[in-house]
């Protein structure tokens, strides 16, 4: 099914258009190898209403390139298909109206090659576009072109994140790609680092691309505090179920605890009590639960209920932006290929923080809000993040089905507090 997209290297491109072109191939060609696995049928379903099918994302990333970059930049352009725009619109109301989202699992047509027609269609002009403007031209359109690669980049882990749910509500426990589980050791104990308490520069600046919402730059005062060397494991997620805590109110919110009830949790998403031991499902089969594991697939109920059972709250963004500022970006990244978050193994003693990166994103307790001095864009793009900023938590570091060249440290990402199928994880703080 993967036809990957082709650059013309051949002609005499100028070095932005080449990198252009190959920023471009790669992005697109990435989506679809993420796709490889999977059979036709696996395209079309929509577990539930947050989890949009496979089909849906290729086709949705292609309309933004078309809505954004394409029909600006080309007076003639016509889509493929006059309800294209129709169906794959995600929330922008500025540009009308748009089919209904928790039904784009029962759209059969256009199929899954027309979807990938829908692609090549785009990518040719595109690369065409994208090998014949001139330099100046290029400069102007560089901010979309660049927003829609990032688009693309989220769109390819909420791919993974949702084909995983939606391959969980198969019995047969399908697998989406056999990968053998890393396994730990020893995890090093957890251990507290503290920082210094004052006045700390908070959000994005400089050149690089970031998303709007980590701007702008601005001053922020914070207590002294202490973060956990490392994430939650499974382990110690396990005593805090063992202990009761689900049935125990006093731990919880109360929306946390309403949820708690009526969803009937008793563990994180795709845990599974069989036979006195406790599995999990995974991108890779089921498995029985390690241990070792960094916990993952909790609601921001679940970890604030934990970090509460643990004596410790939450961190928050801006502490876990401070304490990441100091250490590399590095840790397990979709490009990995191992799609599940892994133990760490190397001992974090020196008072260093290990696993701020990847594996999982780590709930903060802080809400999804506007910095100081916001503005969301003029028109349509404008709705790309500012409208939601109400009643979501904000998330850090980035997960095992993230790419390594989408994240930062400012990079703010944001779900409501029930939501528990992203990579989502848990590490602790405390005052000092
Ligand atoms: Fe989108």
Known sequence: MANYVQGDSSSALSASN?????????????????????????????????????????????????????????????????????????????????????????????TVQETYQYRRYVDEHVLDLLEKIDEQRLAELAPIITLGLHHEQQHQELMVTDIKHVLSCNPLNPIYIARVPTRATR???????????????????????AFDNEGPRHRQFLQSFQLASRLVTNGEYLEFMEDGSYENPLLWLSDGWNTVRAEEWKAPLYWE??????WIMT??????????EPVCHVSYYEADAYARWADARLPTEAEWEVAANDGPVEGNFVENGLYHPAPLNASTSGGKLAQMFGDVWEWTQSSYSPYPGFKAAA????????????????????????????????????????????????RLAREV
Request: charged residues 15%.
């Open 18 to 110: 080449q990198y252009f072109v190959e920023q471009y191939t790669k992005v697109r060609s990435f989506t679809e190898q993420l796709c490889a696995p999977l059979v036709t049928e696996d395209y079309v379903i929509q577990s539930m209403p947050d989890v949009s099918p496979t089909k849906w994302h290729l086709a949705h990333v292609s309309w933004f390139f078309e809505t954004f970059l394409l029909s600006p930049a080309l007076p003639d352009y016509t889509s493929l298909h006059p309800q294209y725009a129709y169906l794959f619109n995600s929330y922008y109301n500025t540009l009308g109206e748009r089919h209904c989202r928790p039904k784009r699992g029962l759209i059969s047509r256009p």
């Open 187 to 209: 995890v090093p104990p957890l251990e507290w680092v503290a920082f210094p308490g004052g006045i700390h520069w908070i959000g994005h600046e400089g050149e690089n691309f």
């Open 273 to 278: 009590h069989r036979d006195g031991r406790w």
């Open 283 to 292: 991108l890779s089969g089921l498995r029985e639960v390690d241990r070792a």
């Open 379 to 426: 028109g349509a793009i404008g709705e790309y993040n500012g409208k939601f900023m109400c009643n979501q938590f904000v998330l850090r570091g980035g997960s095992c089905a993230t790419s390594l060249s989408h994240i930062r440290s400012t990079y703010r990402n944001f779900f409501p507090p029930n939501a528990q199928w992203q990579f989502m994880g848990i």
